[in-house]
């Protein structure tokens, strides 16, 4: 015989499968639209670029596409103290060397960036440091994660985590 609380619980757990199926559906429709996938990108690019890349000197930094399914986004940081706060000690000890190995006079900088390029159901993350100095750039740290993923909704769930694990070169 089936109680009353039993008969409560299984409408529950209906009702919260059935809810949880029209939310998918919803992120879903958003997501797919012609514009969903790059409004995904470049809103996830932009939350980690004012987490990661922005500095007192470079605020409100945006992604753009820079190539055929790939978004990028990066800062450029002339005060070279700012720059060696890097919080990655291998970065920060390669900043450093750097650092000693220039005059201030040539007008180093570090540029930090972030991208994301997606390949049919692959997303390729990516985060990077780089030395410029005399209008030379040299990637002195990188870290690229991989992310397949089964339809666009898998991507929006699990894009974040897998950027966040590339921007430990940070």
């Known amino acids: 015989m089936t109680t009353i609380t039993e008969v409560k619980m299984s409408n529950q757990s209906y009702n919260k499968e059935e809810l949880q199926k029209e939310v998918d559906q919803k992120a879903r429709a958003s997501i797919q639209s012609d514009d969903g996938l790059d409004q995904l990108i470049r809103f996830t690019l932009d939350n980690f670029a004012y987490r990661y890349l922005e500095t007192k000197n470079q605020k409100d930094l945006k992604s753009a596409l820079v190539a055929e399914q790939t978004w990028r986004v990066e800062s ?22 750097k650092a000693k190995d220039h005059a201030r006079k040539d007008g180093a900088s570090v540029i930090l ?58």
């Open 76 to 97: 450029c940081e002339s005060e070279l103290l700012e720059a060696l706060k890097a919080q990655n000690p291998q970065t920060k000890n390669l900043l450093i060397k």
């Open 113 to 170: 960036g972030l991208e994301i390029k997606i390949k049919d159901t692959l997303a390729l993350c990516k985060a990077s440091v780089a030395w410029n100095s005399n209008n030379k750039e040299v990637i002195i740290a990188e870290n690229q994660t991989k992310l397949e993923f089964e339809d666009l909704l898998d991507l929006r769930n699990r894009l974040a985590k897998v950027l966040e694990d590339a921007c430990g070169v940070f």
